[in-house]
């Protein structure tokens, strides 16, 4: 099994920042890649980031590219969502995720999920 905890939620006020942490434990060895997904109250979970760890690929949805940067430590088994220009639109609840995967990280595809943690950005 993978277990993964996420830290780093909070509130802040539009133009903030945050920094999300994802780490992981168990058998980490068995995954690949490494994402962020979140929902917002009433709508579907969405792709945020992901991460390729092996490679270190990166992609990012468009809704988050130029303000959010994905960065990753192999050695700890941690992921980093730098999260800046927050908007209203950003608040969610955020869910690491982490499997082995080929070229698609889409959520139906990851099974270990973390607990998630609140972004909360206020106007």
């Known amino acids: 099994q993978v277990q993964l905890v996420e830290s780093g939620g909070g509130s802040v006020q539009a133009g903030g920042s945050l920094r999300l942490s994802c780490a992981g434990s168990?058998?980490?060895?068995?995954?690949?890649?490494m994402a962020w997904f979140r929902q917002a109250p009433g709508k579907e979970r969405e792709g945020v980031a992901a991460v390729y760890t092996a490679t270190g690929m990166t992609y990012y949805a468009d809704s988050v590219k130029g303000r959010f940067t994905l960065s990753h430590d192999n050695a700890e088994k941690t992921v980093y969502l730098q999260m800046n220009s927050l908007k209203p639109e950003d608040t969610a609840m955020y869910y690491c995720?982490?499997?082995?995967?080929?070229?698609?990280?889409?959520?139906?595809?990851?099974?270990?999920w973390g607990q998630g943690t609140q972004v909360t950005v206020s106007s």
């Open positions: 995720a982490a499997d082995r995967l080929g070229v698609t990280w889409a959520q139906a595809n990851f099974r270990y």
């Open positions: 168990g058998y980490t060895a068995r995954t690949n890649c």
